[in-house]
């Protein structure tokens, strides 16, 4: 099996796909066993400094050294389970010492998988008004719906003041629920969860769109790349 490694950024939406990995693997292999998984994350902070300035070189360069400390440490391709850094992902890939699964590529697969035709997308700011699922769900040929910009703001500013601590509050749960609601209104089939903690908040029977995992997508794509070899 190949070594899969792990660019992580936030704590939460890390620690769900490495978990992700290692008990959906068991399930696939047989009691106790997974791929071999490395980790490696810079200080938050670096990262959350550089998305607030929109300065995606300073976002690819924390990527670029994450991936050559995984690729020392044997792995075979790469994966970040947090979506927004994949704004800087073609700053990256060519320059990587290894492969990796992009994120969105992999949503925008398992919404094909599926006949999903539009897609509510939740996440932070950047990830709503930028490119990552703008232009790979189109080049999938499904369109896609996001919150207004007063509410782009609020899904922010929950992301980072509680999600990514661990805090999932039932007031904010209850928010989410009403903006999914809002995104089926707009005739969207399914909603992206974009935000790779966003489903420790919600379960897919609060939510009232069939839900698109991000954080548990990329760990099954992973997974299945890296059994198949």
């Not at 939740?122 to 790979?136: A, F, H, Q």
């Not at 189109?138 to 509410?151: C, F, L, N, T």
């Not at 629920?177 to 935000?195: H, N």
Request: charged letters at 25%; one cysteine or more.
């Amino acid at each position: 099996m190949l070594h899969i490694g792990i660019v992580a950024c936030s704590a939460e939406g890390a620690a769900l796909c490495y978990r992700t990995i290692c008990v959906e693997g068991a399930e696939l292999l047989g009691a106790y066993n997974h791929p071999e998984v490395s980790m490696h994350g810079h200080n938050f902070a670096d990262y959350v400094k550089c998305i607030d300035k929109q300065d995606w070189v300073g976002v690819a360069e924390l990527m670029l050294s994450s991936s050559e400390k995984l690729a020392k440490a044997g792995a075979d391709f790469l994966i970040a389970p947090v979506n927004t850094v994949h704004q800087a992902f073609d700053l990256v890939a060519h320059r990587s010492p290894r492969p990796w699964l992009h994120i969105a590529v992999e949503v925008a697969n398992e919404a094909k998988r599926h006949g999903y035709k539009r897609l509510g997308v939740l996440g932070t700011r950047s990830l709503m008004e930028g490119p990552v699922y703008r232009d790979t769900l189109k080049a999938a040929g499904i369109e896609h719906r996001v919150p207004a910009a007063e509410q782009r703001e609020r899904i922010h500013r929950y992301i980072f003041d509680e999600l990514v601590h661990g805090n999932f509050q039932p007031r904010t749960q209850a928010y989410f629920t009403e903006l999914i609601r809002g995104l089926k209104d707009e005739g969207c089939d399914a909603v992206v969860l974009g935000c790779t903690e966003i489903p420790l908040l919600l379960t897919q029977e609060q939510s009232p769109l069939p839900m698109l995992d991000s954080t548990r997508i990329l760990a099954r794509a992973a997974l299945k790349k890296a059994i198949e070899g």
